[in-house]
């Protein structure tokens, strides 16, 4: 086997115990979609450090015998790998539904196989930024910096919040306030106009799943904000504030409350990159923000195709042209403009959906695209989408080359970017 030529990762299957095996007479497949097929060499890599392994209960796994070319189950349960930050799925697992099979947690669920002694994974690396790699941090070292933020300011109920969500749910975002890095999370709002089939932190009993993380239940003062703002720019030289966080609702419908922080922050010196993570709803909102301070918003959508945005956000008091308005507008008014388009393979590469975003993208002028993944039971999203007809699928490297030949200017990644 030639030293660049990958191997071709065999079949993965845990016993009841939870123990996991490989089987070496059936290689690995991936689902794009709706198909199932074997994952090209350019569309897995080795399994990156800080991921984690899923059972799949009430699905047995799949493999493709190389010698038949038939599809067969083994007496065991299906596996998944949900990636760390900065990879997205170019591939989803493989499995087969029992007929009592529950409906999955809300996360996003990778096909793993196993070759030469290490597990691999249809992912991609996007981003380069270690912002949310804890493996060589103490865990003490994080309590430590959110108990000290609690010790600090007693009265102030948002880093009481965060500190909550550092100790308790071990956010990301939350855990590096704590350690005075990179990007601080602002949730503020404790309601939605939207009503998404994947809301992390909303769910109703019907739903079957539930939410992965509690809303906030109190609405910040601009106070609270921002000193929450300056303690964590006291610390980071590069300091990035996210107002938009999977503990609340959507922001923009606190546009005042974030208007008034922003100001404030800004009128007491305050420095760095002011975000909003967004539906990107209420257009009017972007222009006062903008003068109170904000630097750029990225705008969450699954689709740029109108009917397969509202099965999956079902707006509630807006419409999908008012998301593309609120687009064109904070690009008029010179703010950064992300995209966290959220990636299902064998659904967003495809050639429908890459020329409605290419349209827009296109047509704005938007910056940058964060490739994250959608976080849900593959089969639910499935049954959403049925309706729709979405093209030939690509793959995930040649719908990225194509977005980045038509648009050169635009930017890929994971995390919302520094601006300076």
Avoid at 35 to 51: C, Q, T
Wanted: charged share 25%; proline share 8%; net charge negative.
């Amino acid at each position: 086997m030639a030293a660049n030529t990958k191997p071709r990762p065999t079949l993965v299957f845990a016993d009841e115990k939870g123990e996991i095996y490989d089987e070496p007479e059936l290689m690995m497949l991936c689902r794009r979609g709706d198909e199932l097929a074997l994952p090209r060499p350019d569309e897995y890599v080795p399994l990156p450090p800080e991921s984690d392994f899923f059972l799949l209960p009430g699905r047995y796994a799949i493999g493709l015998d190389p010698e038949t070319g038939e599809v067969e189950e083994v007496e065991g349960t299906a596996l998944a790998a949900f990636a760390c930050p900065g990879y997205t799925l170019t591939g989803l697992a493989a499995y087969a539904n029992c007929e009592d099979a529950p409906v999955l947690p809300m996360y996003a669920y990778g096909a793993v196989g196993y070759a030469n002694g290490k597990f691999w994974i249809t992912a991609k690396k996007v981003d380069e930024d270690k912002r949310q790699v804890f493996s060589k941090i103490p865990c003490q070292k994080i309590e430590q910096g959110a108990r000290k933020l609690m010790k600090d300011m007693p009265e102030n109920r948002l880093i009481r919040h965060l500190a909550g969500c550092a100790l308790t749910y071990g956010c990301p975002a939350a855990k590096n306030l704590a350690l005075g890095r990179f990007e601080a999370p602002l949730p503020t709002s404790r309601t939605c106009n939207a009503r998404c089939v994947g809301c992390i932190s909303e769910q109703p009993e019907e739903s079957g799943f539930p939410s992965t993380q509690n809303r906030i239940d109190f609405t910040p003062t601009a106070q609270e904000v921002a000193e929450v703002m300056h303690v964590h720019a006291s610390h980071e030289k590069k300091p990035i504030f996210s107002f938009g966080q999977g503990c609340e609702g959507e922001p923009l419908t606190e546009a005042a409350l974030l208007h008034d922080s922003i100001a404030k922050f800004r009128k007491e010196g305050g420095k760095g990159t002011v975000n909003i993570n967004t539906n990107g709803s209420i257009t009017d909102s972007m222009e006062p923000l903008a003068k109170a301070g904000l630097n750029s918003i990225r705008v969450s959508l699954n689709s740029l195709r109108k009917p397969v945005y509202d099965t999956y956000y079902r707006p509630k008091g807006y419409s999908f042209d008012d998301v593309v308005a609120t687009i064109e507008k904070a690009k008029e008014l010179s703010l950064h403009v992300s995209l966290n388009y959220l990636f299902f393979p064998g659904i967003n590469d495809t050639e429908y959906e890459l020329e409605a975003l290419l349209e827009v993208a296109k047509r704005t002028k938007l910056d940058f695209i964060q490739l994250r993944n959608l976080n849900l039971d593959p089969d639910l999203y499935m049954d959403l989408m049925e309706p729709y007809d979405f093209g030939p699928v690509m793959g995930f490297n040649n719908f990225r080359k194509r977005i980045k030949k038509e648009c050169p200017w635009m930017g890929f990644g994971y995390f919302n970017p520094y601006l300076g």
